[in-house]
């Protein structure tokens, strides 16, 4: 439920206070603390179909260039009245500035009029292609591609990573999708399955009806081709970064993911990063952003 989620979202700003009998919590980022500071703007955005949220912003460094790139993919509960692709403009911004251009892609929400299965799959799916179509265009270097993702973010980030494998029967797979060589998900909820079965979550539960659509004789496994866990092995390396004190995707989304890629033979470490929430995953001045930020240039700069 849209109304759950964003109260869930919301909950974090909730002052946190100490017991005498207990040490004091860490004080967490709320929502406002990150997108009430002036907002960095990309250097180009390029549309990918008719729809107001069919758009990509480039991010470029300074220089010539090539320049390695990550794409990079928001959350909010894969709703867009909840958020779109500007509250990734901080950590976009600081990877810019660290000499790395950022593909940030925006999609139809659930709420969005052509949302949901497979809308949404198929614009997230169209925005990364269109990074191999315009790569010449900015001087982007495509030979090492790390794809990030917060939140519902994360789900689409591994999604993205997994459509080689996605059934030949299913409507989002394509001949030629983006190689994505390296995933990394902020807090992400990567099982759908999972996250349908956990009240607790913070986007509810029928957030993901919304997205999965409802059985039908051409579809009727509505987690085959959007479930990640079912296209496992990806084949890549995934780090998935958790904040300790998240309040909204809880730590077992992350945990029981990890445990069953590494089961399916893939290469999957799991960061929990201490006095971390939900916003501090992509606000550039914490742990865990740092975390995240070392893990890309650590792998980016293979290919300089």
């Excluded at 999604?159 to 983006?178: E, F, G, H, M």
Aim: hydrophobic share 45%; aromatic share 6%.
């Amino acid at each position: 439920m849209i109304r759950f989620a964003i109260l869930a979202l919301a909950a974090i700003s909730t002052p946190v206070v100490a017991q005498t009998s207990a040490p004091a919590k860490p004080s967490l980022l709320a929502w406002p603390d990150l997108t009430k500071r002036p907002k960095p703007a990309p250097d180009a955005t390029i549309d990918y179909g008719t729809d107001q949220m069919q758009k990509i912003d480039v991010w470029l460094p300074k220089g010539k260039g090539p320049f390695p790139v990550v794409v990079m993919v928001h959350g909010g509960c894969w709703t867009t009245s909840i958020a779109d692709r500007s509250l990734m403009n901080w950590i976009a911004d600081d990877l810019r500035n660290s000499g790395v251009a950022v593909w940030n892609i925006d999609y139809r929400g659930v709420d969005r009029a052509g949302g949901g299965y497979p809308g949404t799959f198929a614009d997230t799916a169209n925005a990364a292609d269109q990074l191999a179509v315009n790569a010449k265009k900015f001087n982007l270097d495509t030979r090492n591609v790390v794809a990030i993702g917060h939140s519902a973010g994360g789900h689409l980030a591994l999604w993205l990573a997994s459509r080689p494998k996605l059934p030949a029967t299913s409507p989002l797979r394509t001949a030629n999708p983006l190689r994505i060589d390296h995933v990394i998900s902020l807090g992400g909820l990567p099982d759908l399955e999972a996250t349908a079965a956990s009240p607790q979550n913070g986007c509810g539960v029928e957030v993901v009806g919304q997205l999965v659509g409802k059985p039908t004789p051409q579809h009727p496994d509505v987690y085959a081709d959007t479930s990640v866990p079912r296209l496992l092995p990806l084949g890549m390396k995934q780090d998935l970064i958790n904040g300790r004190e998240d309040r909204i995707i809880p730590a077992a989304m992350a945990t029981d993911y990890i445990a069953r890629a590494k089961a399916a033979g893939d290469t999957a470490t799991l960061h929990t990063i201490p006095a971390t929430g939900h916003v501090e995953l992509i606000a550039p001045e914490t742990a865990a952003w740092a975390e995240a930020k070392r893990l890309i240039l650590a792998d980016l700069r293979k290919t300089q």
